[in-house]
């Protein structure tokens, strides 16, 4: 089977490439799979080719992007449309943001997290839930509270300066190796929370051996988080203190209960139904 992807990230692009032939779009694919973006050249030529050729598309609209105008033409050619969000557009079906779940945990014990809670999100829109969650932890002084972002605006910086948070010029790649945190929140917009959005952060978080903390408005994802939901301030410091001891057990507590609760969020299983939907 051929498959032409556009705009996927190379973690799910790998995971297709063992099921499927990936292949551009002038090798007449059986179906294509597109992360929805705007003023994507490609995109079009895989959405026309589909049309024209009534073959199988897939578009994904993880950060809800298209209009009423494009998903209404979209629906009439027989898209199959895809979003994030649990309980949102009545034309979508759920598909949560993906990352690879780890067969064995990797953890190193000698390596420092000096920064007890931290943020690295672009706070547009998340102003007054991360006040909610990482001013009180700051104002006690005894903590580590740091919020990293390169392209921080003036009028952001001086906000969360005003929360006692020290703010960092760089970049916020936790991949980098340069920010060891032990806590940070799963901050969302107030419809983000309403919708059930799964943010792909999560496993970003997981994946650096830091510990994702659930806001308690983030109803929908409680049975995965169970005691990393957060319901006020005691909850974080509680945490902060017993890191060294519970760190890794929390980190795989989590990946267990979104395997067996969310497995459509792992990469092999999206892979998986992207090809059915291509037979």
Not at 74 to 103: A, C
Not at 161 to 176: A, R
Not at 180 to 193: A, G, I, R
Not at 205 to 215: M, T
Request: aromatic share 14%; glycine share 6%; charged share 25%.
């Amino acid at each position: 089977m051929k498959i032409t992807l556009n705009n996927v990230d190379s973690l799910l692009e790998e995971e297709l490439e063992k099921i499927c032939d990936v292949v551009p779009i002038n090798e007449n694919p059986d179906g294509c799979f597109v992360k929805w973006a705007e003023s994507n050249h490609e995109q079009i030529k895989c959405i026309k080719y589909c049309i024209d050729k009534h073959k199988p598309l897939i578009i994904f609209d993880g950060d809800q992007l298209m209009t009423d105008d494009e998903v209404t033409f979209l629906m009439g050619h027989g898209v199959f449309l895809w979003e994030p969000y649990l309980n949102d557009r009545t034309l979508f079906s759920y598909q949560p943001n993906w990352g690879k779940i780890p067969i064995d945990i990797p953890w190193d014990f000698e390596k420092a997290h000096p920064i007890d809670f931290g943020c690295v999100l672009p706070l547009k829109g998340l102003l007054p839930t991360f006040e909610k969650y990482y001013h009180p932890i700051s104002v006690t002084g005894e903590y580590n509270v740091s919020y990293f972002n390169e392209n921080i605006s003036d009028v952001i910086r001086k906000k969360v300066s005003d929360m006692g948070v020290s703010v960092f010029d760089t970049s916020n790649s936790l991949s980098s190796g340069k920010i060891n945190m032990k806590f940070s929140m799963v901050l969302c917009t107030n419809h983000q929370y309403k919708t059930g959005y799964f943010p792909s952060h999560i496993f970003e978080l997981l994946e650096n051996g830091v510990v994702p903390l659930l806001p308690e408005e983030h109803k929908w994802y409680y049975s995965i988080f169970q005691e990393m939901v957060i319901k006020n301030s005691f909850d974080i410091e509680f945490l902060i203190k017993t890191y060294d001891n519970i760190g890794y057990g929390l980190i795989h507590q989590i990946y267990q209960s979104i395997d067996k609760y969310l497995p459509e969020s792992n990469v092999v299983n999206v892979a998986k139904r992207i090809k059915s939907f291509m037979s």
